[in-house]
């Protein structure tokens, strides 16, 4: 699992850039979009959780920014070495399916399509790029289908809605800050940005199914859900203005926002029985990442003189 990575500019401009790479954005996809129970027959439920544990750790670290300190004490404190960033987290997923009639079903259900925790903490030689990394997601869609009788299966047509929310977080240390007999006086210099946002999306898709081999094969395309504003506060009351008397963000909170888009996708999914109690399926699925790559947070103020540009 690839982590979000958070980077700060202490300008007058930019507050906090959120930014993951085209390979490291699909880190942000956890259950993703799944009806499989619309096939079930009749009313059907769904209640799972799944939890993972992922092993992954860092070794031969190394600070590529030494402009705002070197690893956790700005002098190239902390290990480089057995770092583990990503926590263990669960993936839940509800879901209610009713049948209306031989031709009508529908599905209400809950899931997380997104999420990333990454907690490598404050004393590693990466602490100026991420000390704790977390984005949750909830969405409570709905989605109906009509089938109909094509040759030996079932042509079915199906489409949906969805509203998802966002929220999360993101903690580095943005400054090593001097110390006074040892004690965080002046502050621990880490910075943090909390985030929140909601959005809509639809999804369309066609399906054909032969029962008594238990053969589906569906194709689903999930719009991208547009995150017209999204809410933020960036803390920076532990790093003392003193350090850079020329930024005016330093030592205080402030109201940070932004915008996002969350990746459509196209997903095909094929199955069908091979023998009694056996099935055989697979998938193929493309996401536009490409969406995503960063979230520029911006003060109101810096706003109303002009559009935000990042500059490293």
């Not at 096939?39 to 939890?51: C, D, V």
């Not at 599905?107 to 999420?115: H, I, K, R, T, V």
């Not at 990442?289 to 003189?305: D, G, H, N, P």
């Amino acid at each position: 699992m690839t982590l979000l990575r958070p980077c700060a500019f202490l300008g007058a401009g930019l507050a906090f850039v959120l930014w993951s790479g085209t390979a490291g954005a699909g880190g942000l996809e956890r259950d993703g979009y799944n009806i499989d129970l619309l096939f079930e027959p009749g009313f059907a439920t769904e209640a799972t959780a799944t939890y993972v544990n992922p092993q992954r750790k860092l070794n031969n670290v190394r600070d590529t920014n030494p402009d705002n300190g070197i690893g956790s004490n700005g002098i190239g404190g902390g290990p480089a070495n057995g770092v583990k960033p990503a926590s263990d987290y669960w993936i839940p997923r509800i879901g209610f399916k009713a049948g209306f009639g031989e031709n009508i079903d529908c599905l209400a259900n809950y899931s997380q399509p997104w999420g990333v925790h990454s907690d490598p903490g404050p004393n590693w030689m990466g602490a100026n790029d991420n000390v704790e990394t977390k984005v949750n997601s909830h969405s409570y869609a709905a989605t109906c289908s009509y089938k109909f009788q094509v040759g030996p299966g079932q042509l079915r047509f199906l489409g949906g809605l969805s509203y998802q929310e966002l929220d999360g977080f993101q903690e580095r240390l943005v400054a090593p800050v001097p110390t006074m007999t040892g004690s965080n006086l002046f502050g621990n210099g880490i910075g943090r940005l909390d985030m929140a946002a909601n959005g809509t999306g639809w999804r369309i898709g066609t399906a054909y199914e032969i029962p008594e081999i238990a053969l589906r094969a569906s194709l689903v395309y999930n719009s991208e859900v547009k995150l017209d504003k999204v809410y933020g506060t960036l803390d920076l009351r532990q790093i003392p203005g003193f350090i850079r008397p020329d930024n005016p963000f330093l030592g205080k909170s402030t109201e940070v926002t932004s915008s996002a888009v969350m990746p459509q996708s196209l997903e095909l999914r094929v199955q069908s029985g091979i023998a009694p109690d056996w099935l055989a399926f697979g998938s193929v699925k493309w996401v536009q990442w490409s969406k995503l790559q960063s979230i520029l947070f911006c003060s109101e103020a810096t706003l109303a003189a002009g559009p935000c540009t990042h500059k490293r």
